[in-house]
């Protein structure tokens, strides 16, 4: 007998959804890294500096994260699909107006809009998954979303940095809001609302102060959102320098740059796939054990090699294990901060993702105050990343004491 409302679904029915929740996902991701390839052309376009650059993508960033405070809870209160919709449509209206900016300063506020309307997909599709299944089913949902997801930091730089050629830096966003509408289209025709009126929180602020104490009275969801916004603060010091470093101290075209970041954005897919399988045999707790030792590791091994490196050749190996390292870590801090949290799933969701996008606001714009000449700055963003989340998993989560279920 299915133990689980998505057990229920056919086959085909499963996939479907799985596609259209990774589809979601992937829209925070692609709405960051589809234009990184286009810094350069950005800034001589509309005469601006790495700062101001940086700064565009902190906008984003910071819009992402207050957007998914914002529609988690809204979930919660008002079922999944509307908020998801109209976070969908908000960004589809930004994506128009950031194709057009006239200046850096309306560029940047609308950017800021964008990531709000991309934080809808972030956090809806994590608490969908939660209202569908749980237990050793919700390891395997969540690892296939982060599967598709996966796929975005992989495909945005070289898709971006073919679009740069062809239709420009204005170009991208005009591509974005068409992803955006497609999705809108998927939700309203594929999904169901997964969170129905008997389930639903009512009544004023006190519901919701309640469903925050619920979360941050719990030990370990505390300690994994410690350890996946340090993470993630780690990869974003990657994403957010590696564009720079690459074109303009290691003079990569745009082309190439797109292709050595879908190598290393490889990793985050393995690592995906490596976890899963250690999640499923031993927890989730000691596939996090696994992936936040291998980022200190390769954070150490970039230091090390970049002080000898004359190309960037000899980075790549290192960022890669970076990566398959935080692919390790993402899912299974969803799984372990969501397990117990079915009914206040979608505030859940959006605290840990805009904790994540909060603490990776202030790396980019700390790295970029220094001059690239070389991996250094990066490295060292992502070394103490990677100590502070290993620190979170072993002071706060205490794998060693974490007893889950996979049933």
């Not at 998927?186 to 609302?193: A, P, R, S």
């Not at 992502?382 to 049933?407: E, G, I, K, N, Q």
Request: charged residues 10%; positive net charge.
């Amino acid at each position: 007998m299915p133990t689980h409302l998505g057990d229920r679904y056919s086959r085909r029915r499963r996939v479907a959804i799985i596609v259209t929740l990774g589809l979601l996902t992937g829209l925070g991701p692609f709405t960051i890294d589809l234009y990184l390839p286009a810094f350069p052309s950005l800034k001589g376009d509309l005469g601006i500096n790495d700062a101001q650059v940086q700064l565009t993508l902190s906008a984003t960033v910071v819009g992402f994260s207050l957007g998914q405070l914002l529609v988690g809870p809204l979930s919660d209160r008002l079922g999944r699909k509307g908020p998801l919709l109209a976070m969908n449509i908000l960004h589809v209206l930004a994506s128009v107006l950031v194709a057009i900016s006239p200046n850096v300063e309306f560029l940047t506020a609308m950017r800021a809009l964008q990531g709000i309307g991309a934080a809808g997909g972030a956090v809806v599709a994590m608490a969908m998954a939660r209202d569908l299944f749980s237990g050793r089913s919700l390891v395997r949902m969540l690892s296939r979303l982060a599967l598709i997801s996966g796929l975005a930091p992989i495909i945005a730089p070289l898709v971006g940095s073919w679009l740069v050629v062809l239709v420009q830096w204005r170009g991208v966003f005009w591509i974005l809001a068409g992803y955006a509408a497609t999705i809108i289209l998927l939700v309203g025709t594929l999904l169901v609302e997964t969170r129905p009126p008997a389930e639903r929180t009512t009544g004023g602020l006190s519901p919701l102060w309640a469903s925050y104490r619920r979360i941050l009275s719990d030990r370990v969801f505390i300690g994994v959102t410690m350890t996946a916004a340090t993470a993630f603060a780690g990869l974003f010091a990657y994403v957010s320098t590696s564009s720079v470093l690459f074109q303009e101290t290691f003079g990569l075209s745009e082309g190439g740059f797109g292709v050595v970041f879908a190598i290393c954005s490889v990793g985050v897919f393995l690592g995906v796939q490596t976890a899963s399988r250690l999640a499923a045999r031993i927890g989730p707790q000691w596939a996090l054990v696994f992936g936040t030792t291998l980022m200190v590791g390769a954070a150490t091994a970039l230091l090390v090699v970049d002080r000898a490196a004359t190309s960037y050749v000899p980075l790549v190996p290192t960022m890669f294990a970076f990566t398959f390292g935080f692919g390790s870590v993402a899912p299974n801090c969803q799984v372990l901060g969501l397990q117990n949290h079915r009914r206040d799933s979608g505030t859940a969701a959006s605290l840990m993702g805009a904790t994540n996008m909060g603490v990776a606001a202030f790396v980019g714009p700390i790295v970029g105050t220094f001059e690239l000449t070389s991996a250094a700055p990066m490295g060292w963003a992502m070394l103490v990343s990677a100590l502070a989340s290993t620190a979170a998993l072993w002071l706060v989560v205490r794998p060693h004491r974490l007893a889950f279920s996979l049933d």
